[in-house]
């Protein structure tokens, strides 16, 4: 899973207190949102699916004043409304642009979140259940996809946060959901180090890349190859790289620079992803690492390992060392 702040130019949010908090669910059919809402509501979030974002300043204005908690617009209830391309009168632009008019009003906080998946992954699901993709028609489940991925666009480049659930289980989902949006969660910047595997793919997600394919693989010493760069055998093996002191103090080095900066440019979610070949070992040993260094300054990373579970084999490192 991955989670972060989507390149582009979204509207500016305000950083102050504000009485209503929103967050908006959308993404592609069968990316995980009726999940998402649902570990919403477990959190406390009042959720509202398949509303039409056309009527959403009209919500926030009728809904209760705080005080009246687990109704909708209640202080002690944030709203979590949830769309896609099938709610009545879905029009991307028109709703980027009810976005930037929400933006302007001083009493509320929004975040839109955008659930993405990959299309083999959609296909699939869609396959797996038997359902027809609603743009699809009499034609392929990909073709379907791709048109509404064509359609989304709009607001995928504006979302503040984009979750990837191509490699999640549902369980992967609710987690990520919990870790970033619980009621405990930081109302400052959140920040994200993530590991992955390069085989299976970019994390499209992220503000930071650094690739750890530089350093020893241990997939190639026979006893390290079934441990994770969790376990402290695969640790000596990496700090044990000449490059790996002077590497990582430099990539800690200019983190730690460049979060002061986010926060000052409004940031709210920052992703700092680590790769290697299968992202079992270098890249989580690294996400470790940084994760450690940053909560040694006081901040509180999440912390997601993509690929960890998956497993590496010869096929996906290579078929010789490297």
Not at 2 to 7: F, G, I, L, N, V
Not at 211 to 237: K, Q, S
Not at 265 to 278: D, E, L, S
Request: aromatic fraction near 6%; include cysteine; charged fraction near 25%.
């Amino acid at each position: 899973m991955t989670s972060e702040s989507t390149h582009g130019s979204p509207p500016q949010r305000s950083t102050t207190q504000r009485s209503t908090k929103v967050l908006l669910v959308t993404g592609m059919l069968g990316a995980g949102k009726t999940t998402a809402l649902r570990a919403l509501e477990d959190l406390g979030w009042e959720p509202v699916d398949n509303f039409p974002v056309r009527l959403i300043g009209r919500l926030l204005h009728t809904a209760p004043g705080p005080g009246h908690e687990g109704e909708a617009g209640g202080g002690d209830a944030p709203l979590a409304i949830g769309f896609d391309s099938r709610t009545r009168g879905f029009d991307p632009h028109a709703i980027v642009a009810e976005i930037a008019a929400i933006a302007e009003d001083e009493d509320v906080s929004f975040t839109l979140l955008y659930l993405d998946c990959g299309a083999e992954e959609l296909e699939r699901r869609y396959n797996e259940t038997r359902r027809r993709h609603p743009l699809a028609g009499d034609r392929p489940v990909a073709e379907g996809i791709s048109a509404e991925r064509e359609i989304m666009e709009p607001l995928r480049r504006i979302a503040d946060v984009v979750i990837s659930t191509t490699q999640f289980s549902t369980n992967d989902l609710q987690r990520t959901i919990r870790e970033l949006f619980a009621p405990s969660a930081p109302q400052d910047m959140t920040v994200t180090v993530s590991s992955f595997g390069f085989s299976r793919g970019m994390v499209p997600t992220a503000d930071l890349v650094f690739d750890m394919r530089f350093l020893d693989n241990p997939h190639w010493i026979d006893e390290l190859r079934p441990l994770t760069g969790r376990d402290e055998p695969v640790a000596e093996h990496i700090r044990a790289d000449p490059a790996w002191d002077e590497a990582f103090a430099r990539i800690r080095g200019l983190v730690l620079m460049l979060l002061p900066r986010y926060e000052a440019q409004g940031k709210a979610y920052v992703n700092i992803a680590f790769g290697c070949t299968g992202g079992k070992h270098r890249s989580v040993f690294a996400a470790e690492s940084l994760a450690r260094a940053l909560r040694e300054k006081g901040r509180s990373p999440t912390l997601l390992h993509r690929n960890l579970d998956s497993g590496t084999n010869d096929l996906v490192e290579g078929s010789t060392r490297s």
